[in-house]
């Protein structure tokens, strides 16, 4: 039973930090890629960024690169995302997602989320006023 669990999400305002956590248990084996999705209401959900286990490449949203980091502990099928300089418009519930079937930036914004993700975890609402 595979169970992805997110916390670190808040309530902060604009120009602050917060710094999500998700953790993966019962996984079959270490994923080969990880991510955050964020989805605000009213709109569409929208890749963040992602992270390979092989290699470490990374990929961003062009609405947050440089202000977004992600990053993982293998050992602990555990992924983060460091945020910065936060504002108004990441106000989102953000998920993560674990196991993706593409490479590279299109896992983020390529085909249908659900069918490039294998697991997703419930979200975490972050609010920035």
């Known amino acids: 039973h595979v169970q992805l669990v997110e916390s670190g999400g808040g309530s902060v305002q604009a120009g602050g930090s917060l710094r999500l956590s998700c953790g993966a248990s019962?996984?079959?084996?270490?994923?080969?890629?990880m991510a955050w999705f964020r989805q605000a209401p009213g709109k569409e959900r929208e890749g963040v960024a992602s992270?390979?286990?092989?290699?470490?490449?990374?990929y961003y949203a062009d609405s947050v690169k440089g202000r977004f980091t992600i990053s993982q502990d293998s050992t602990k099928n555990t992924v983060y995302l460091q945020m910065n300089a936060l504002k108004p418009e990441d106000t989102a519930r953000y998920y993560c997602?674990?196991?993706?079937?593409?490479?590279?930036?299109?896992?983020?914004?390529?085909?249908?989320?659900?069918?490039?993700?294998?697991?997703w975890g419930p979200g975490t609402q972050v609010t920035v006023s």
């Open positions: 019962g996984l079959p084996s270490s994923p080969n890629c």
């Open positions: 992270i390979f286990s092989n290699g470490g490449s990374t």
């Open positions: 997602a674990v196991d993706c079937y593409s490479a590279g930036r299109a896992v983020l914004s390529g085909r249908d989320p659900d069918d490039e993700w294998n697991f």
